[in-house]
C-alpha cells in the first residue's frame, strides 16, 4: 500500500513538474499572441488578455509587404534543407560505406570545421561571395549555407548501422554504386532526413546576420531583417513588431508538431557506432 502511495506521488510531483515547465516555455508565446492584438500603446500591459482587440499591428504588417519578406525566407530555407540533405547524404555515405585513402582525415577535417565560429570565416566568405558577384542575390545567401558537418556526421552515423550483408546483396544482384545508394540506402534515411530537415530548416529561417550582410537591397531582406528595421526606428510599432513574430513562427510551429514524432526516432537511429 505505501509503494502504490509512493508511485501515486511521485507521478503527480511528474506531472505537476512537467506542466510548471511546459507553462515556462509557452508563456512567453502566449504572451506574444496576445500583445500582437492589443493597440500600440498597451502592448507593454502584462494582462493575459487584450481589453480592446484591434489588428491594426497584422495591417501594418502586410502593409509593410511582410508578404515578400517570408516569401524570401521561405523559398531560402526550403532551398537550403533539399540541397543540403542530398549533397550531406551523399557525403556521408561515401564516409561511411566507401573505401578510400584519407577517408578518416576527411572525416575528421569535415568535423573540425564545427568548432570554427562564423564570426572568424566571415570577411573572407563575403569577400568570396563579392567577387562572384553574388550580393543582393539568393544564392549568396543560399550557397554559403549548404555545407554543413552536422549533417554529415549524422549521416555517416546513420549509414553505419546499415548490415554489410544488404550491400553485398545488392553487388551480387549487379547493382550499381548509384543504385545501390539510391534505391537500398535512400529510403532507409527516413527518420534521420526528416530530423535533419527540420534543424535545417529552423536554423536557415531564423538566420539573421548572413542575410542582412549579403542582402541589404530591401526586397531581398528576409523577415529576421524587416523585423529588425521595425525595431531600430524612433516610433517602434511594438504591435507590428509582436504580430510579424507571430507570423514568423507559424512556420516553425506547423513543422515542429507534424514532424515532432520522427525527432527522437531519428536522433536515436543515428547514435554514435
Same mark, same amino acid.
Given at each position: 500500500?505505501?509503494?502504490?502511495?509512493?508511485?501515486?506521488?511521485?507521478?503527480?510531483?511528474?506531472?505537476?513538474?512537467?506542466?510548471?515547465?511546459?507553462?515556462?516555455?509557452?508563456?512567453?508565446?502566449?504572451?506574444?499572441?496576445?500583445?500582437?492584438?492589443?493597440?500600440?500603446?498597451?502592448?507593454?500591459?502584462?494582462?493575459?488578455?487584450?481589453?480592446?482587440?484591434? !489588428?491594426?499591428?497584422?495591417?501594418?504588417? =502586410?502593409?509593410?509587404?511582410?508578404?515578400?519578406?517570408?516569401?524570401?525566407? $521561405? %523559398? &531560402? *530555407?526550403?532551398?537550403?534543407?533539399?540541397?543540403?540533405?542530398?549533397?550531406?547524404?551523399?557525403?556521408?555515405?561515401?564516409?561511411?560505406?566507401?573505401?578510400?585513402?584519407?577517408?578518416?582525415?576527411?572525416?575528421?577535417?569535415?568535423?573540425?570545421?564545427?568548432?570554427?565560429?562564423?564570426?572568424?570565416?566571415?570577411?573572407?566568405?563575403?569577400?568570396?561571395?563579392?567577387?562572384?558577384?553574388?550580393?543582393?542575390?539568393?544564392?549568396?545567401?543560399?550557397?554559403?549555407?549548404?555545407?554543413?558537418?552536422?549533417?554529415?556526421?549524422?549521416?555517416?552515423?546513420?549509414?553505419?548501422?546499415?548490415?554489410k550483408e544488404l550491400e553485398e546483396a545488392a553487388k551480387?544482384?549487379?547493382?550499381?554504386?548509384?543504385?545501390? !545508394?539510391?534505391?537500398?540506402?535512400?529510403? =532507409?534515411?527516413?527518420?534521420?532526413?526528416?530530423?535533419?530537415?527540420?534543424? $535545417? %530548416? &529552423? *536554423?536557415?529561417?531564423?538566420?539573421?546576420?548572413?542575410?542582412?550582410?549579403?542582402?541589404?537591397q530591401q526586397h531581398m531582406w528576409v523577415l529576421q531583417?524587416?523585423?529588425?528595421?521595425?525595431?531600430?526606428?524612433?516610433?517602434?510599432?511594438?504591435?507590428?513588431?509582436?504580430?510579424?513574430?507571430?507570423?514568423?513562427?507559424?512556420?516553425?510551429?506547423?513543422?515542429?508538431?507534424?514532424?515532432?514524432?520522427?525527432l527522437v526516432e531519428g536522433i536515436k537511429m543515428s547514435?554514435?557506432?
Amino acid at each position: 500500500m505505501n509503494n502504490l502511495n509512493n508511485k501515486g506521488r511521485l507521478y503527480f510531483t511528474k506531472i505537476i513538474s512537467a506542466s510548471a515547465i511546459g507553462y515556462l516555455f509557452i508563456l512567453p508565446i502566449y504572451m506574444m499572441v496576445v500583445s500582437s492584438l492589443k493597440p500600440n500603446a498597451d502592448v507593454f500591459d502584462l494582462a493575459l488578455l487584450p481589453k480592446i482587440v484591434s !489588428f491594426d499591428g497584422y495591417r501594418r504588417v =502586410l502593409d509593410e509587404n511582410f508578404l515578400r519578406y517570408f516569401g524570401n525566407s $521561405f %523559398f &531560402i *530555407a526550403t532551398t537550403v534543407t533539399l540541397v543540403a540533405l542530398v549533397f550531406h547524404a551523399m557525403a556521408g555515405y561515401s564516409l561511411a560505406r566507401l573505401n578510400f585513402g584519407g577517408k578518416n582525415l576527411v572525416f575528421i577535417w569535415i568535423l573540425s570545421t564545427l568548432m570554427v565560429p562564423f564570426s572568424v570565416i566571415m570577411i573572407p566568405l563575403f569577400i568570396l561571395v563579392k567577387n562572384l558577384n553574388w550580393l543582393n542575390t539568393f544564392q549568396g545567401v543560399i550557397v554559403p549555407a549548404i555545407p554543413h558537418a552536422y549533417g554529415i556526421f549524422l549521416f555517416r552515423q546513420f549509414f553505419l548501422t546499415i548490415p554489410k550483408e544488404l550491400e553485398e546483396a545488392a553487388k551480387i544482384d549487379g547493382c550499381s554504386l548509384w543504385k545501390i !545508394f539510391s534505391r537500398i540506402f535512400l529510403p =532507409l534515411i527516413k527518420p534521420v532526413a526528416i530530423t535533419l530537415a527540420v534543424a $535545417f %530548416f &529552423i *536554423a536557415n529561417w531564423n538566420n539573421y546576420l548572413w542575410p542582412l550582410i549579403v542582402n541589404q537591397q530591401q526586397h531581398m531582406w528576409v523577415l529576421q531583417v524587416a523585423i529588425a528595421c521595425f525595431i531600430g526606428r524612433n516610433d517602434t510599432p511594438w504591435d507590428a513588431v509582436m504580430a510579424s513574430g507571430v507570423i514568423t513562427i507559424i512556420p516553425t510551429v506547423i513543422i515542429f508538431f507534424i514532424l515532432q514524432k520522427y525527432l527522437v526516432e531519428g536522433i536515436k537511429m543515428s547514435g554514435v557506432k
